[in-house]
T-cell receptor, first 115, second 114 residues
Framework: DTEVTQTPKHLVMGMTNKKSLKCEQH?????MYWYKQKAKKPPELMFV???????INESVPSRFSPECPNSSLLNLHLHALQPEDSALYLC??????????????FGSGTRLTVV | SQQGEEDPQALSIQEGENATMNCSYK?????LQWYRQNSGRGLVHLIL?????REKHSGRLRVTLDTSKKSSSLLITASRAADTASYFC??????????????FGKGTKLSVIP
């Protein structure tokens, strides 16, 4: 298996809703990442998990809460989002010890719309 | 900013021509990676060049790296309509938190006209 699987592919949520994005990989990668990408912009790093521990939080608002239950799974819990949080949320994984020497593998993303 | 900056922002060529995209960055890197993104979809890793390498090839792709100038270039030879996409360079560097971090430039939007 050489893929990163993200679910759901599309999500529409209200500003008072609680939802979660899911990311799964079975490549033995021990680093996993969340990126946010607005239209016509580059992906922006949100969180980095290394060996299931949060190692980087790029000053992301607390309404985004990441979780890494095991080495294959990464979640992003969403609560009280704003319309400006609407974006494509991308998950990626890599081998951390070698600085991502094999490159990152990205999922196809979750298209989130906050109404 | 640790991200790369690509040039040009947009490039339009005829099928069969070569496409060259450039990237500049500002800090010491562990490696530099190039990715492709088709509209609204996930990124695909194309090629990685380590800081001690100067040139690397993969199929129709050729990447160069000049660490003294903090710059890289991606050459796509004999372009095809299917190469139409956005291309991002992504310097990888060791962050203060001790993890490697990948940041993306604004990208070059390549259009290959059949």
């Amino acid at each position: 298996d050489t893929e990163v699987t993200q679910t759901p592919k599309h999500l529409v949520m209200g500003m008072t809703n609680k939802k979660s994005l899911k990311c799964e990989q079975h490549m033995g990668h021990r680093a996993m990442y969340w990126y946010k990408q607005k239209a016509k912009k580059p992906p922006e790093l949100m969180f980095v998990y290394s060996y299931e521990k949060l190692s980087i939080n790029e000053s992301v608002p607390s309404r985004f809460s990441p979780e890494c239950p095991n080495s294959s799974l990464l979640n992003l819990h969403l609560h009280a989002l704003q319309p400006e949080d609407s974006a494509l949320y991308l998950c990626a994984s890599s081998y951390p010890a070698t600085g991502g020497a094999g490159g990152y593998t990205f999922g196809s993303g979750t298209r989130l719309t906050v109404v | 900013s640790q991200q790369g900056e690509e040039d040009p922002q947009a490039l339009s060529i005829q099928e069969g021509e070569n496409a060259t995209m450039n990237c500049s960055y500002k800090t010491s890197i562990n490696n530099l990676q190039w990715y492709r993104q088709n509209s609204g979809r996930g990124l695909v890793h194309l090629i990685l060049i380590r800081s001690n390498e100067r040139e690397k090839h993969s199929g129709r792709l050729r990447v160069t790296l000049d660490t003294s100038k903090k710059s890289s270039s991606l050459l796509i030879t004999a372009s095809r309509a299917a190469d139409t996409a956005s291309y991002f360079c992504a310097p990888s560097y060791l962050s203060g938190a001790g993890s490697y971090q990948l940041t993306f430039g604004k990208g070059t939007k390549l259009s290959v006209i059949p």
